[in-house]
């Protein structure tokens, strides 16, 4: 028993080192006009990314102070497409991803060292005393944008785009997903992957053919249990 003991914290020990040099996830490319702003806020499967980087997070503050990614999001919401699109998402397991990645320690160790850097303190204040940034809140009550939106408002095709949308093929489709037994699948797989959970999960994807590299797979751990000694019978 103490041999497998120390093969299996060897084991651990292994994953913790390939998990500590595991590379980082690429990052999606920052939106760079309010649509793209709006639609990626309305999306569960990716609108925690601003939360994730100090880096995203000082680029989706200066999105939102422009008043255009506010009616950008007001537009949309006046979409029963984007309601659409939005439950779908929930049901996404990639949602599910999206938010466990907080588990994830490097992300406190990024805000803790953004908190420390003077530079990101500067930006974020230069952001807040821009006065373009208030001419632009003034201005944007009177823009076109807004004067659309007033008008869509009086525009009976909205209306009527809503009351047709129960019968549109993506809102059934939306509705027939809880269905699918293939949607519980996926979230079931979505919970036993290691990328779900960032770098802890790293350590249960350990490659192999890498200097002290581990697999962990349960075929290793039938061999570990092999090795042990046969375990003397009780004498009667």
Known sequence: MNRLTVLFAALVVSGIAQATDAPAAPAAPAPTTPQEWAGKMLDPTQNAAAFKDPAAFQKWSNAMMNPATSMAMMQQGMDPNATLRLLS?????????????????????????AGMDPRYATAMLNQGLNPNAYMNMMAAPVSPQMMNMGTQMLNPAMYGNWMAAPMSPAAVNTMMAPMNPNMYTNWMGAGMNPNTYGSWGQMMNMPTGQAGGIPLDPAVLMKLLQMMPAMPQAVR
């Not at 929930?90 to 907080?102: G, H, I, L, T």
């Open 89 to 113: 998402g929930m049901m996404n397991p990639a949602s599910m991803q999206n938010y466990m990645q907080f588990t994830d320690p490097s992300i406190a160790m990024k805000w803790l060292g």
